[in-house]
Structures are given as C-alpha cells and as structure tokens.
C-alpha cells in the first residue's frame, strides 16, 4: 500500500510591494526644515537685517533741548496731556534761535519746535574774537539777562544762557540772569534778544 500524502511545500516570499516613501518637501514658510526664510513684508536680507538705507541728510544747524514739561488741559471726559518742548538751534557760526513746540508725543513736539526756531533764527554780530561788541543788558518776560564782554574768559555762563551762547559761537563773555526766574524758555530768548541788539 503506498503513501499518498504529499508534505507541504514551503511558501515563497512575497515579493515586496512598492509603496510611497514619505519625500521631504521644503518649507517655504521658513523655519529648521531648510526652507528659505523671508523677513515680514520682503524687507530685509532673509537674516533679520535691515537693508542698506541711503544716510540722512545732516543740518546745517545742531540742536539742544533745554526744558521739556508734561502739560495738561481739562476736556469733557477728562484731562488730556500733551508736551510743550523748548529747543535751541544755531550753527556756531552766529546763527542762533530759539523755538517752542507742542504735541501728543516728544518727538511730534521737538519736530515743531525745530521748525518754529527755524522761523526766528537772528545773526549775531561778533567780532574778531567771536565775543560782542559791548555789554547789552534785556529784559524779556520775567528774565532780566546781561552779557558783558570779557576777553580771554571763554563763556562764563549757566543755565539755557551757556547753551544759547555756545550755539551761537560767541565766547569770551560773562552773562548773567539778574531775577530769580527758572524759566528757561524766557531766559533763552531774552539772550537771543540781547545778542541781537549787540551791534
């Protein structure tokens, strides 16, 4: 009698099937996964650095700020506070001037003030030295100034007095705030008034 039963034959592998591998797609929102990084707005050079601006264009006149005061006015629904701003300008050359701004914020404040001073720039007349002529002596608000000339000397002077001679180039001068005044604006510009009577 013989044995019909067949053993089994071994199964054969699969063959390995194909499938999508996952293929790494660049980024372009920026970021570690390679993509390329834009700054906000397409400003800059892909490193948070501004781009090369062309240089501000320098005044002819430097600048000083000499009071800056927080002042308030009463509304319906409050008070509202803006800032008034006293600025000295002057080319150290003779030029000089004195202005007042007022706004929401500093800046908005100093921009006005620069503009107004610009409208009441005086020519100081100095002599070969850089001092004036004789003494001159003004009264202007509150302030009572003198400036007496003193060769030699440099600029013998204090509070806005010192910054509105400097700016205006004159030394070898002694001045002087004869009241007891602390108002700067009203002694800057009773020493622009007495500069411009020195002839």
Not at 104 to 133: E, F, M, Q
Not at 143 to 170: D, F, K, Q, Y
């Amino acid at each position: 009698m013989t044995d019909t039963t067949t053993l089994p034959t071994p199964a054969t592998p699969a063959a390995p099937t194909a499938e999508a591998t996952p293929t790494s797609t660049p980024d372009t929102r920026g970021g570690a996964r390679g993509g390329a990084r834009r700054s906000p707005g397409g400003r800059g050079d892909g490193r948070g650095r501004p781009r090369d601006r062309a240089p501000r264009e320098r005044s002819e006149f430097e600048q000083a700020t000499i009071d800056v005061r927080r002042v308030a006015r009463v509304m319906a629904g409050g008070r509202r506070f803006s800032f008034s701003v006293t600025v000295v300008i002057g080319d150290k050359k003779g030029r000089v001037g004195v202005g007042l701004g007022k706004g929401a914020d500093t800046a908005l404040a100093i921009d006005k003030a620069v503009r107004n001073a610009k409208k009441h720039l005086i020519t100081v007349n100095r002599t070969k030295d850089n001092s004036i002529a004789h003494d001159v002596s003004i009264k202007n608000s509150s302030s009572i100034v003198t400036i007496v000339p003193s060769p030699g000397r440099g600029v013998v002077a204090g509070s806005a007095m010192r910054i509105v001679l400097e700016h205006a180039g004159v030394t070898d001068v002694v001045a002087k705030i004869l009241t007891r005044t602390k108002n700067k604006l009203t002694i800057a510009r009773a020493t622009v008034a007495a500069l411009k009577s020195a002839r």
